[in-house]
Structure formats: structure tokens, C-alpha cells
């Protein structure tokens, strides 16, 4: 209606535009409506906007306090990260640290066994050089002993007398011994 009003006012020249504003216009109106927006507008700031702002304010607040926390969390994660990567990096070092450890202890051992082995054997060469020098003296003095007996009873055939053994005997030593000096 006003833009109605104010399309009629400025078709008609001759008559005073605002005398004829006024004349369709209720000042009263308008400045009681301005008034009455005003006082709304000052009871919404005070009872809508100011509480409202100041859910708005503290949402904000909870909202950066989230993000701080959530960026603190992240540092913290990523220095829990860290250390379990240098963890890892020293149990991997230390596993290796193990494993050369382990190999030279198997060389080690492996030539401790050896060397054993080798002494053994050395060992059971000498016992063995022992035990056949034992048997040869043993068969040495078994073959004494038949040619002892053989060379009695050669003897006594030769002589037709009999020798006491003990005379043979001592007589049949002492042949060898000499026989024995003369190799």
C-alpha cells in the first residue's frame, strides 16, 4: 500500500510530494513503530542475541579446546610413534647383536670340538702305538720262550742227557742275550 501511495504522489507534479506524504502518512504510526523496533530489538539483544552469543562463545571455546586436545593427542602420538620405531630399530639391532654373538660362539665351539676330536685321536694313535709295542714285546718273549723249550729239547737229544731245566734255561738266556747284542 505504501509503494502504492508513494507511485500516485510522484504522478502528480502540481501537488506537493511530501505535503501529500504526510497527508497518507501517519507520523504517529511510524515513529511509534520505530520506537516499538527499537525496544524489540534492545530486549533481543539483552534476552536472544546475548545468551545466544554467549552459547556461541563458549562453543567456540569447547571447540578449540577439542582441536588443543586433539593436536596435543597427536604429538602425543606421534611421539609414542617415534619411540616404538627407535625400539623396534634397537630390538632389530640388538636381534642381529644376538645372532653374530651366536654364530661366533657355534665357531667357537665347532673348533673346541675339533680340537677335542684331534686330541682324541691323538690319543687313541699313541695308546694304540702303546698297546702294539706291548703285544710285540709279549710275542717277542712268547717266541723266546718256544725257542727256549725248542733249544732244550734240541739239547738234550744232542747231549742224550738230561739238563735240568733251570741250566737250559739260563744257558739259552744268555745265547739270546748275546744274540741279541750282536744285531
Do not use: C, Y
Not at 534476552?47 to 588443543?68: D, K, V, Y
Not at 653374530?100 to 685321536?121: C, F, H, I, M
Amino acid at each position: 500500500m505504501f509503494l502504492d501511495t508513494f507511485v500516485l504522489l510522484s504522478s502528480n507534479p502540481d501537488a506537493g510530494f511530501l505535503a501529500s506524504l504526510n497527508n497518507r502518512l501517519n507520523l504517529g504510526d511510524i515513529i511509534a513503530t520505530v520506537i516499538f523496533f527499537t525496544i524489540l530489538m534492545l530486549l533481543l539483544k539483552k534476552f536472544a542475541w546475548g545468551p545466544l552469543m554467549g552459547i556461541m562463545n563458549q562453543r567456540a571455546e569447547l571447540i578449540a579446546n577439542e582441536i588443543e586436545a586433539a593436536e596435543k593427542s597427536r604429538a602425543e602420538s606421534q611421539n609414542v610413534l617415534e619411540e616404538q620405531r627407535a625400539l623396534l630399530k634397537e630390538a632389530h639391532t640388538d636381534a642381529q647383536s644376538i645372532i653374530e654373538n651366536a654364530k661366533k660362539q657355534g665357531e667357537a665351539t665347532r673348533e673346541d670340538l675339533v680340537q677335542t676330536a684331534r686330541a682324541e685321536v691323538s690319543r687313541m694313535k699313541e695308546n694304540a702305538a702303546r698297546e702294539i709295542a706291548t703285544e710285540k714285546e709279549k710275542a717277542i718273549a712268547a717266541v723266546r720262550e718256544e725257542f727256549v723249550s725248542l733249544s732244550i729239547m734240541a739239547a738234550s737229544k744232542v747231549l742224550g742227557k738230561e739238563v735240568s731245566e733251570e741250566d737250559n734255561r739260563e744257558l739259552i738266556e744268555e745265547t739270546i742275550v748275546k744274540a741279541g747284542e750282536g744285531r
